[in-house]
């Protein structure tokens, strides 16, 4: 099976900082990885797909790279809303969809 | 507009048997898969297994094969997730999710606060 290890798990912020979240896999998962906000008491939301796609509606300081074991997903300037948990989630192994553990955002 | 709507929060005593839903609107329906995804209190997201409704093909994380069933009824735009016998960890939000193609879930349901206890 394909482990997905989000690092941080947790993260402190200021209002306009870059903030960054990293996603590794325990194998080579080509560019199908995907990125999702939690807002507390709320389902997720597709933020990102296919590592940096931008999904419709999205604001563009969100963003997402990499390929193969190795992806960033980056907030260009922290706004207060975005206080959330983020999760990354894989789709190479079909049918499994497994997510990362989650890393919660929070203002400094 | 797409939407997922799930049934409401179920308290439920252990050994019981529990059917949760999920209809959709908006698109159609049998075109799409459906997956489950399960939330435990404080912890992170599980993916459960998904379902597609046009033909009812189900598969299963096999974290939960055996331990719930998925099924649809695609008269009624509906997915379901039930259980025959209730632990008291299956105490969870659960959501269900419009699989997009076969990569992302791009619409949520609101989610169904499942409650086992004695």
Not at chain 1, 23 to 35: F, G, H, K, T, V
Not at chain 1, 81 to 102: H, S
Not at chain 2, 19 to 40: A, D, E, H, L, N
């Amino acid at each position: 099976d394909i482990q997905m290890t989000q690092s941080p798990s947790s993260l402190s912020a200021s209002v306009g900082d870059r903030v960054t979240i990293t996603c590794q896999a325990s194998q080579d998962i080509s560019n199908y990885l995907n990125w999702y906000q939690q807002k507390p008491g709320k389902a997720p939301k597709l933020l990102i797909y296919d590592a940096s796609n931008l999904e419709t509606g999205v604001p563009s300081r969100f963003s997402g790279s990499g390929s193969g074991t190795d992806f960033t997903f980056t907030i260009s300037s922290l706004q207060p809303e975005d206080i959330a948990t983020y999760y990354c989630q894989q789709y190479d192994n079909l049918p499994m969809y497994t997510f990362g553990q989650g890393t919660k955002l929070e203002i400094k | 507009e797409v939407q997922l709507v799930q049934s409401g929060a179920e308290v439920k005593k252990p050994g019981e048997s529990l059917k949760i839903s999920c209809k959709g609107s908006g698109y159609s329906f049998t075109s799409y898969w459906i997956g489950w995804v399960r939330q435990m209190p404080g912890k992170g997201l599980e993916w459960m297994g998904i379902i597609y409704p046009g033909d009812s093909d189900t598969r299963y994380s096999p974290s939960f094969q055996g331990q719930v069933t998925i099924s649809a009824d695609k008269s009624i735009s509906t997915a379901y997730l039930q259980w025959s016998s209730l632990k008291a960890s299956d105490t969870a939000m659960y959501y269900c999710a419009r699989l997009a193609g076969s990569s992302n879930f791009d619409y949520w349901g609101q989610g169904t606060l499942v409650t086992v206890s004695s």
